[in-house]
């Protein structure tokens, strides 16, 4: 039996974790060491939808991207999640309006 309620899409979302990323431009090896990983085989899981990150890493990551975790996850919610502005990620903002206009065009 399907679900209907709000579902994460792990593909996806492990596709927009691995964009957001390079748009960052962080490598796996970067995301390893915040993250205090053994090995990166995790990271590579959750790009290929394969698992999902804990919750403590969706935060430490929302931090490091300087985005909110909503913006990472990518589900089938009807609406869009906004992003924190911080001007640190000023940058980061201007890509992702201009993803956004892209998208919709």
């Known amino acids: 039996m399907k679900r209907k309620d709000t579902v994460i899409d792990m593909v996806k979302t492990g596709q927009n974790l691995k964009r957001i990323m390079q748009l960052k431009g962080y490598t796996v090896k970067d995301i390893q060491e915040h993250l205090k990983l053994s090995t990166p085989q995790a990271i590579y899981h959750w790009f290929d939808g394969k698992s999902m990150p ?9 931090d490091l991207f300087c985005i909110s975790v909503d913006i990472m996850l990518i589900g089938n919610r009807k609406y869009k999640p906004v992003l924190y502005w911080d001007a640190r990620c000023g940058r980061f903002y201007m890509y992702y309006e201009r993803l956004t206009a892209l998208r919709s065009a």
């Open 54 to 62: 804990t919750i403590d890493n969706l935060y430490a990551l929302s």
